[in-house]
């Protein structure tokens, strides 16, 4: 069996096996992945509800289990994104790429322009990376970051609207109604927020079963054991 | 008139009896959701207090507010509450006209400085300096800043003045401008509703007769004890939505069983009023008990908000167009999907026609 590397930051060594997603950040994309399946399942039927029930009322709750399933799935979402969030802080290098673009390098935007020429069939020349490309990071963060809280205020902010005013989601969330005082368009942007969600997810799946046959690394078995496998020993940057 | 006559007794000089009094002082109290004894209290207030006088201005409005207002389906408060109002003025119900009804705004600028309260029904168009709501030769506008800057509080009744309603409905042809959004100085209570039901009015205005402050406003302004919840938390079909039972049509067997109307574009899941525990007309009726879904008339922009009959609504970012989240979403998500599907045929035909794998010219480029 192959040996594994620890990454190390700044290291110029992109060849053989590395570590690079500790356990807590593998968690946490998995955990994050179904509280989002269940969200835009159960927030679809908060929208568009299941056909009407018959019998009697007392009989059955689907309404309000789909409501239940939508906010336990909500709060799975938070506090991962918490818990993500603080591992950004304690983590390696690696774990905070999703929270903290490195923006600031030029380098960042010249190979983010590379990776739009590669998606674009422009160029053959494919550079290895050892967490994401920065395009994938770029929109990594835009929607696990800047979407995803989005939807926390939005959502918590209409929860609120059934604690009641003066519980803990209306006086964290309750600005929400400052900025849009239509808590019926603030639901909408909700329910649009989880449209570019479903879109992510399909860009997402895609992008990561095409890097384990078109790039020079592993895609998916990267965030099943936290290895990056490099498939050949060239440089980094193709001449 | 004497100088600081009471509420009580300008309610007694238009025949209302002790008796009547009496009851109204704790129908109110139970409409603010105050205890028994408050209602003592609103009594001591009325018997005692230097009647506030109260302006009741229109602006664009379709009069829907005074219509409920003097409907009250409780003519005990109907009567007692215009009795305190109508004295002043309110250009719909008050005997004066022309000249002598304009008098009375300076006369009571004049003798109540900074101790009037200023209804406002209807809310001022801005567009080409106010020309379009002319009163008195004046535009509403600067009617409406003259007699805010010499009033203690304003009420903005009604939808129009809370929020804009429909004169201000895409594309607001007058700019037509809610209240809070010109007058920035004084205290505002938010009445909203097309029109606010009676009984929030008259409560409204009781409140500041008896403590002599306004009631505790949520952040949008309005009075928390109508407006804290919304018609949902307190809808009596509530059962049926929990339980997943919907009326799907109008004519349906849902429909004959009061389920829930959610499913045909009911709002009361996001509209603020109390028309699910006070009603209408006295407790006669509602929307939703009548069984047609509410159209959240006391929110914000609801014109514009529409469909009144999907509770999935547009979006109101592409202009007259109408879309939905679930329509532009579902567009977003079939672009993605044939996106994806197009770029991995691109990618195999890439692959295919492409030259020798990138590994073996790195290795021998060194």
Redesign the interface.
């Known amino acids: 069996m192959a040996t594994i590397k620890v990454a190390t930051p700044q290291s110029e060594d992109f060849t053989g096996n590395l570590y690079v997603f500790e356990v807590p950040v593998r968690i946490w994309h998995w955990v994050h992945a179904l509280a989002i399946t269940v969200l835009a399942v159960t927030g679809y039927l908060i929208a568009s509800p299941l056909p009407s029930m018959s019998g009697e009322a007392s009989d059955s709750f689907l309404m309000g289990n789909i409501r239940l399933v939508h906010f336990i799935a909500a709060m799975v979402f938070a506090v991962g994104l918490l818990v993500r969030f603080y591992w950004a802080i304690v983590g390696n290098e690696y774990s905070r790429g999703l929270l903290i673009p490195p923006v600031w390098r030029g380098q960042f935007w010249s190979r983010m322009w590379h990776e739009v020429l590669v998606y674009s069939f422009l160029t053959r020349k494919i550079a290895k990376y050892r967490g994401h490309n920065p395009l994938a990071q770029i929109f990594m963060w835009l929607i696990n970051v800047v979407l995803a809280l989005f939807m926390v205020c939005t959502g918590f902010a209409l929860y609120s609207q059934g604690t009641g005013a003066g519980s803990w989601a209306d006086v964290l969330f309750g600005w929400v109604f400052v900025i849009e005082p239509s808590s019926q368009a603030v639901r909408m942007w909700h329910l649009t927020g989880m449209w570019l969600m479903v879109v992510f997810i399909i860009v997402h799946l895609y992008m990561v079963i095409r890097a384990d046959f078109m790039s020079r690394q592993n895609g998916i078995s990267v965030m099943i054991d936290g290895v990056r496998r490099f498939k050949d020993d060239g440089p980094r940057d193709p001449q | 008139m004497p100088a600081h006559e009471t509420f009580y007794e300008v309610m007694r000089q238009h025949g209302i009896t002790r008796r009547s009094f009496v009851k109204f002082c704790s129908l109110t109290a139970a409409g603010l959701g105050l205890g028994p004894g408050y209602a003592s209290k609103i009594a001591h207030a009325l018997e005692t207090k230097p009647r506030t006088p109260v302006i009741w201005l229109h602006g664009l409005e379709c009069t829907c507010c005074t219509e409920s207002f003097i409907r009250s389906g409780n003519p005990l408060a109907g009567d007692v509450i215009l009795s305190m109002i109508s004295l002043d003025y309110d250009d719909t119900i008050m005997a004066a006209a022309g000249h002598q009804a304009e008098e009375i705004l300076e006369q009571t600028v004049e003798k109540y400085d900074g101790q009037y309260i200023l209804a406002c029904e209807g809310n001022p168009p801005l567009k080409d300096d106010g020309v379009y709501c002319l009163q008195a030769g004046k535009p509403y506008v600067e009617k409406l800043r003259y007699m805010a800057d010499h009033c203690a509080a304003i009420i903005a009744w009604g939808s129009c003045a809370s ?1 804009g309603c429909v004169q201000a409905a895409r594309p607001n042809p007058t700019q037509a401008t809610p209240i809070h959004k010109v007058i920035l100085d004084k205290p505002i209570v938010k009445v909203p509703g097309c029109p606010p039901i009676a009984e929030v009015m008259t409560g409204v205005i009781t409140y500041y007769a008896t403590f002599g402050q306004l009631p505790p406003l ?3 302004g309005r009075p ?1 004890m109508f407006y ?3 018609l949902h ?1 307190k809808c009596y079909r509530r ?10 049509k109008f004519d349906d067997e ?1 429909a004959r069983k009061g ?1 829930c109307l ?2 045909v574009g009911c ?1 009361g ?3 603020y009023n109390a028309c699910s525990t006070i009603e209408w007309n006295g407790g006669l009726s509602w929307p939703v008990k009548s069984g047609h879904g509410c159209l ?1 008339c006391a ?4 014109w514009d ?1 529409g469909s009144f009959y999907s ?6 970012v592409t202009g007259n167009v109408e879309h ?3 329509t ?3 567009v ?2 079939g672009a ?2 044939i ?2 599907a197009a ?2 045929v ?2 195999v035909i ?2 295919a026609t ?2 020798k794998p ?2 073996s ?3 021998s ?1 060194g």
């Open positions: 929020w949520d952040r949008q928390k804290g919840q919304r938390d059962p049926h939505f929990d339980a997943g039972q919907f009326v799907e849902g389920y959610y499913k709002k899941p996001t509209t959240g929110e914000d922009n609801f908000k509770p999935v609504t547009n979006l109101g939905t989240a679930n532009v979403g579902g977003l998500a993605a999907a996106g994806v770029h991995a691109g990618s890439s692959r492409g030259k990138q590994k010219e790195e290795v480029n």
